[in-house]
């Protein structure tokens, strides 16, 4: 089989950075989403605007943040706030986009990143937590989600609801409180991208990433997949897209290179 001229991150990257629409404002967590996001702005979106949960607005940063909080969050930037001054542009309403990753997501797009097991005082693992994911899914208006897809990830209840996509169904995010009309948009992975059917508010297929069948999409969820009626197909990383990505982006190769070793 020929071995194909992108790793699974780059094909996410990539494909995630075509959905970002230009001049909206835009949360990016931590690795892939950060990546996306930093390519939407090379590529596709010159003004999208991203903010950074430590204090950091639309700086103009050389390379890749090591995280949310790296200094280059603020090189450049229009504005070198803090923390609660970023949290309260969510607040009003200012965030299109909140671009998460995480551990487990149900059919809801409910997502865990807290803890791995049925005791969360003796999991079987501790993850990292929340951070400030819950406020970005509860408050932006969109939540886009990517992530790996595997069984194992992508199950029937999570263990545990770090940030809220749906919770049970329709209506229960506005029975919790939360603003109506956000929530959960897009996820993207490895093997296609997923909506949310408007009124079950269930996860569904969308469209099929290269090289990828609906039966290994299927296979690949641990819950019942809902099929949209017109399933796409996504196009392959152009030679531009994936030149900025690994040149401009991310020329250290601190995020592309988890997935030097898939293939």
């Known amino acids: 089989m020929e071995k194909k001229r992108y790793n699974p991150i780059e094909l996410m990257a990539v494909v995630a950075s075509r959905h970002l629409e230009d001049g909206k404002l835009i949360f990016a967590g931590t690795g892939i989403p950060m990546l996306a996001a930093a390519l939407a702005q090379k590529i596709h979106s010159p003004n999208l605007v991203l903010v950074f949960e430590a204090g950091g607005i639309s700086p103009k940063a050389s390379m890749l943040p090591l995280s949310v909080a790296d200094s280059r969050t ?33 059919r809801y797009g409910n997502l865990n990143s807290t803890m791995i097991g049925d ?44 940030t809220p996509g749906y919770l049970d169904g329709p209506g229960a995010r506005e029975r919790a409180g939360l603003p109506p009309g956000n929530g ?3 996820v993207f992975t490895e093997l296609g991208i997923f909506d949310f059917e408007e009124k ?26 809902l099929i949209s009626d017109h399933v796409g197909r996504e196009e392959e990383p152009t030679q531009e897209e994936l030149r900025a990505l690994r040149e401009d982006v991310d020329p250290w190769r601190v995020v592309l290179s988890r997935g030097d070793n898939s293939h």
């Open 184 to 186: 959960p948009h897009l």
């Open 74 to 106: 603020t090189y450049r930037a229009i504005s070198c706030a803090n923390m609660p001054e970023a949290m309260e542009m969510l607040q009003k309403g200012l965030v299109t986009y909140a671009f998460l990753g995480g551990a487990q997501i149900d």
């Open 119 to 162: 005791d969360y005082l003796n999991p079987r693992t501790r993850l990292p937590g929340s951070g400030g994911a819950n406020e970005l899914g509860s408050l932006a208006w969109k939540t886009l989600i990517i992530m790996n897809h595997s069984r194992r990830r992508f199950v029937e209840k999570v263990d545990f609801i770090t």
């Open 200 to 225: 079950s508010k269930r996860m569904r297929l969308k469209s099929l990433l290269p090289g990828v069948s609906l039966e290994k999409v299927i296979a690949e969820t641990g819950f019942e997949l």
